[in-house]
């Protein structure tokens, strides 16, 4: 039994799929995964399916019908996870814009160093982005620069999807009382934990733009974030953050 869960939510990630389950599975330190599957039209399920006669009780998927959001996939994985006693639960994309080979160092970062948050982070020192257009750069960098205006968070990239929890986190935060279903969700995981003060640790990684299949960025993603961020804000103030 391992004491840490991947979770990678998919949908259209057939190009992909084998590849990271893969290379997760060949890290010297022993990570489970769990597959979030929205379902793919591709086929992407069914290529997880055939690897779970390979990979028995270390490789699972949770299928689930329709797009329903980013936020919505973690939240169904961080239940799962809960409940299956893991202790570091991890969120990562399918597309190795996020390097499986981090996964140790944030591990590392919560185990050895105090965290109960590590973030895989893209601005902690500098800018470490390769293959973005510089519009989508720049909206990602300002993006997280308002939400520490705004929100008063610490944190160099707030917007970051590749991130380690310890459970004790996940069980502080009312999963179900979550607002965002897309990449605000990001921003929202953070400040709640930042308010009920577990240590978070930035651990710079460079972030690699896919390869193959497509991006599911949007700009109403990013609206969502905007506008979500000064409502979060405000309704922190009448909320008990004691644990």
Same mark, same amino acid.
């Given at each position: 039994?391992?004491?840490?869960?991947?979770?990678?939510?998919?949908?259209?990630?057939?190009?992909? !799929?084998?590849?990271?389950?893969? *290379?997760?599975?060949?890290?010297?330190?022993?990570?489970?995964?769990?597959? !979030?599957?929205?379902? &793919? @039209?591709?086929?992407?399920?069914?290529?997880?399916?055939?690897?779970?006669? %390979?990979? *028995?009780?270390?490789?699972?998927? %949770?299928?689930? #019908?329709?797009?329903?959001?980013?936020? #919505?996939?973690?939240?169904?994985?961080?239940?799962?996870?809960?409940?299956?006693?893991? %202790?570091?639960?991890? %969120?990562?994309?399918?597309?190795?814009?996020?390097?499986?080979?981090?996964?140790?160092?944030?591990?590392?970062?919560?185990?050895?160093?105090?965290?109960?948050?590590?973030?895989?982070?893209?601005? $902690?020192?500098?800018?470490?982005? $390769?293959?973005? @257009?510089?519009?989508?750069?720049?909206?990602?960098?300002?993006?997280?620069?308002?939400?520490?205006?705004?929100?008063?968070? @610490?944190?160099?990239? &707030?917007?970051?999807?590749?991130?380690?929890?310890?459970?004790? $986190?996940?069980? #502080?935060?009312?999963?179900?009382?979550?607002?965002? $279903?897309?990449?605000?969700? +990001?921003?929202?995981?953070?400040?709640?934990?930042?308010?009920?003060?577990?240590?978070?640790?930035?651990? @710079?990684?460079?972030?690699?733009?896919?390869?193959?299949?497509? &991006?599911?960025?949007?700009?109403?993603?990013?609206?969502?974030?905007?506008?979500?961020?000064? +409502?979060?804000?405000?309704?922190?103030?009448? *909320?008990?953050? &004691?644990?």
């Amino acid at each position: 039994m391992s004491d840490s869960l991947v979770i990678i939510p998919t949908f259209n990630e057939k190009e992909n !799929i084998e590849n990271i389950i893969r *290379k997760v599975f060949s890290l010297e330190k022993n990570f489970h995964i769990l597959i !979030i599957d929205d379902g &793919s @039209p591709d086929g992407t399920a069914d290529i997880v399916k055939k690897l779970i006669a %390979e990979y *028995k009780e270390t490789l699972f998927i %949770e299928e689930r #019908t329709g797009k329903l959001g980013l936020g #919505t996939a973690y939240i169904h994985g961080f239940k799962w996870a809960l409940n299956k006693k893991y %202790e570091y639960i991890f %969120e990562m994309d399918a597309d190795f814009s996020h390097n499986p080979d981090d996964l140790i160092r944030l591990y590392s970062a919560n185990k050895n160093e105090g965290g109960y948050i590590a973030i895989g982070s893209r601005y $902690v020192k500098g800018v470490n982005i $390769v293959n973005w @257009p510089m519009s989508r750069l720049l909206m990602s960098f300002f993006a997280s620069k308002y939400v520490k205006f705004i929100t008063g968070m @610490p944190i160099h990239d &707030s917007t970051a999807g590749f991130k380690c929890y310890r459970r004790a $986190v996940l069980e #502080t935060i009312n999963l179900d009382d979550i607002s965002f $279903v897309g990449y605000a969700f +990001q921003i929202e995981m953070k400040f709640k934990a930042w308010k009920y003060d577990y240590k978070i640790i930035e651990v @710079p990684v460079i972030f690699t733009d896919r390869t193959l299949g497509s &991006s599911k960025m949007s700009g109403g993603i990013f609206f969502e974030a905007f506008f979500g961020v000064i +409502q979060m804000k405000l309704k922190s103030f009448f *909320k008990n953050w &004691s644990r």
